[in-house]
């Protein structure tokens, strides 16, 4: 995997006067189908979330309150997005390694995964991510 396969991904949105409305679906508006949902929050200002990188899944992470920055890497190039806007998302395939940081005060992170939990996809040693890079070359 390589950081090209990353992609910044706007959501559909409907406007109103009563507010706006933006719109995820399976498989049409991310490259996968949704088998998990879960949001980070109450991570103090400017933290740091230590990182990984998973075997198989995919996820798209979106800011749905204040912003953060993910910080991606595949073993050659290291790249940061920044996100802070609840109608954009970033799609993260498997095998990037991946962090979080910059927190601004009460942001939410959602993260819609293409798995189910699994602790054995997790990849949470840098040195044992590049290993794993290496042997799949």
């Not at 406007?15 to 719109?23: H, T």
């Not at 189908?33 to 996820?59: C, K, L, M, N, S």
């Amino acid at each position: 995997m390589s950081l090209d396969q990353v992609r910044n991904i706007d959501l559909q949105t409907i406007r109103d006067y009563r507010g706006n409305l933006s719109i995820i679906e399976s498989g049409t508006s991310i490259p996968f189908e949704v088998a998990r949902t879960y949001w980070i929050y109450d991570v103090p200002g400017g933290a740091h979330r230590t990182g990984h990188a998973f075997r198989t899944q995919h996820e798209f992470i979106v800011a749905l309150s204040g912003s953060f920055d993910v910080i991606l890497d595949d073993g050659k190039e290291r790249k940061r997005y920044h996100l802070c806007r609840s109608y954009h998302g970033l799609y993260v395939p498997n095998m990037i390694w991946r962090e979080l940081d910059n927190f601004s005060t009460n942001s939410v992170a959602m993260v819609l995964s293409s798995t189910l939990y699994d602790a054995n996809d997790y990849i949470e040693e840098y040195t044992t991510y590049c290993q794993a890079l290496k042997n799949n070359e």
